[in-house]
């Protein structure tokens, strides 16, 4: 009798964790194949990353206090710590660091979307690509720079920029914008890439016309090219980053009812800290924030859209001295090359939630994959 009414109680307990459980779902019929499939509340339609390359905690410090002791930053409810290490160096370039951020696996220093062995992985890009997403990339380096390169080109050396820009080619994506017009128009193959995407896309450069000039017909992808070479510094004025980032969500939102994936990155503030440039750092940064900011807001009223703002490395080591006032700061440097430190992480919108806590750089591209429900058993050898 005893043993009965603790199986009971057992199968009362189940039946109570069943009902918790389910209750945060919605069921919805797929009258297409005729099955039932769960669909999670809380999974985001639209994924926007945001790279600010070279961005540790010192360098949105110093754009803070420089700002007034405020960062639109502070908006993110999830915050979280990634280790940076590459495959086979603890200080990560951008290569690595953006292959495994696209692919979940670590790799060499100086890849592109490729692993150890320079075998090309299928970038969440990719996958976003076949599972009928829109897709896009926005840099203010050249886009076939290493960090937009490692989601779209699988190449074992950075700076093959020619094969990179080859690439391009190869994958739909729904819109590009970035600097290096020369790596697709004035090749030692004396190829021309730009006229070789044909139809389906639209592309301009900044030689034909300015990018906020441009009415982007939705109905095809959009690639625009806003340099010869490296795009200039901020202060130098360079300032397409905040009209690039309006009309890329604008323009993938319309492209695909299933949702988009965009990377934005803020490229320079990596610059500046090679340059150990406190001020070229701040610049970079400001700009950034003000883009970080729109997207925000871009999210908060969609509501159906996931913000992660992250680094992939800082730059410099470096730090505020001590005779600093808000005012006025003073910064040091203890390299021009890349530390080892930490990189934060900030989150917002549906799924935000996995990004709490610490972890590898590679858990990023397996968070993205968990809060957009695709499936966890992966092998992504391309
Ligand atoms: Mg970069
Ligand atoms: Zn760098």
Same mark, same amino acid.
């Given at each position: 009798?005893?043993?009965?009414?603790?199986?009971?109680?057992?199968?009362?307990?189940?039946?109570?964790?069943?009902?918790?459980?389910?209750?945060?779902?919605?069921?919805?019929?797929?009258?297409?194949?005729?099955?039932?499939?769960?669909?999670?509340?809380?999974?985001?339609?639209?994924?926007?990353?945001?790279?600010?390359?070279?961005?540790?905690?010192?360098?949105?410090?110093?754009?803070?206090?420089?700002?007034?002791?405020?960062?639109?930053?502070?908006?993110?409810?999830?915050?979280?710590?990634?280790?940076?290490?590459?495959?086979?160096?603890?200080?990560?370039?951008?290569?690595?660091?953006?292959?495994?951020?696209?692919?979940?696996?670590?790799?060499?220093?100086?890849?592109?979307?490729?692993?150890?062995?320079?075998?090309?992985?299928?970038?969440?890009?990719?996958?976003?690509?076949?599972?009928?997403?829109?897709?896009?990339?926005?840099?203010?380096?050249?886009?076939?720079?290493?960090?937009?390169?490692? @989601? *779209?080109?699988? /190449?074992?050396?950075?700076?093959?920029?020619? %094969?990179? #820009?080859?690439?391009?080619?190869? $994958?739909? +994506?729904?819109?590009?914008?970035?600097?290096?017009?020369?790596?697709?128009?004035?090749?030692?193959?004396?190829?021309?890439?730009?006229?070789?995407?044909?139809?389906?896309?639209?592309?301009?450069?900044?030689?034909?016309?300015?990018?906020?000039?441009?009415?982007?017909?939705?109905?095809?992808?959009?690639?625009?090219?806003?340099?010869?070479?490296?795009?200039?510094?901020?202060?130098?004025?360079?300032?397409?980053?905040?009209?690039?980032?309006?009309?890329?969500?604008?323009?993938?939102?319309?492209?695909?009812?299933?949702?988009?994936?965009?990377?934005?990155?803020?490229?320079?503030?990596?610059?500046?800290?090679?340059?150990?440039?406190?001020?070229?750092?701040?610049?970079? @940064? *400001?700009?950034? /924030?003000?883009?970080?900011?729109?997207?925000? %807001?871009? #999210?908060?009223?969609?509501?159906? $859209?996931? +913000?992660?703002?992250?680094?992939?490395?800082?730059?410099?080591?470096?730090?505020?001295?001590?005779?600093?006032?808000?005012?006025?700061?003073?910064?040091?440097?203890?390299?021009?090359?890349?530390?080892?430190?930490?990189?934060?992480?900030?989150?917002?919108?549906?799924?935000?939630?996995?990004?709490?806590?610490?972890?590898?750089?590679?858990?990023?591209?397996?968070?993205?994959?968990?809060?957009?429900?695709?499936?966890?058993?992966?092998?992504?050898?391309?």
């Amino acid at each position: 009798m005893k043993h009965l009414k603790s199986i009971f109680s057992l199968i009362l307990f189940c039946l109570i964790l069943s009902a918790c459980k389910s209750s945060n779902k919605t069921i919805v019929e797929d009258d297409m194949i005729n099955t039932w499939v769960e669909e999670d509340d809380n999974m985001p339609k639209n994924i926007i990353l945001m790279i600010g390359d070279g961005m540790g905690l010192t360098q949105i410090s110093a754009g803070m206090y420089r700002l007034g002791n405020q960062t639109n930053l502070e908006k993110f409810p999830v915050v979280g710590l990634q280790k940076t290490h590459a495959g086979d160096e603890l200080i990560t370039d951008s290569a690595a660091s953006a292959t495994a951020i696209a692919t979940g696996q670590k790799t060499y220093n100086g890849a592109i979307g490729v692993d150890m062995d320079t075998l090309p992985l299928y970038t969440f890009l990719e996958e976003a690509e076949d599972n009928e997403l829109a897709t896009g990339l926005v840099a203010t380096s050249t886009i076939v720079h290493a960090t937009p390169a490692s @989601f *779209i080109s699988h /190449n074992p050396y950075r700076r093959n920029y020619e %094969e990179i #820009a080859a690439d391009f080619l190869k $994958t739909e +994506v729904d819109l590009f914008i970035g600097g290096g017009k020369k790596y697709f128009d004035n090749r030692e193959d004396e190829q021309n890439l730009l006229e070789q995407f044909g139809d389906d896309y639209q592309i301009s450069h900044f030689v034909e016309a300015e990018l906020e000039d441009i009415i982007i017909d939705p109905d095809k992808n959009f690639g625009y090219l806003t340099s010869n070479k490296d795009p200039l510094p901020v202060s130098q004025g360079r300032d397409y980053l905040l009209t690039a980032a309006k009309k890329s969500v604008d323009h993938l939102a319309k492209r695909s009812d299933k949702g988009f994936f965009l990377m934005i990155e803020g490229s320079q503030i990596d610059w500046g800290g090679h340059a150990n440039d406190m001020e070229y750092i701040i610049s970079e @940064f *400001i700009e950034f /924030n003000t883009v970080i900011g729109e997207i925000f %807001e871009f #999210a908060k009223e969609d509501g159906e $859209t996931l +913000v992660v703002v992250t680094a992939d490395h800082e730059t410099g080591g470096f730090a505020i001295q001590t005779e600093s006032t808000m005012d006025t700061l003073v910064g040091s440097f203890t390299t021009g090359k890349h530390s080892g430190t930490m990189v934060p992480l900030f989150a917002y919108g549906p799924g935000s939630e996995h990004f709490a806590g610490i972890y590898e750089n590679t858990e990023i591209y397996h968070k993205m994959r968990q809060a957009i429900g695709w499936s966890e058993n992966k092998d992504n050898e391309k």
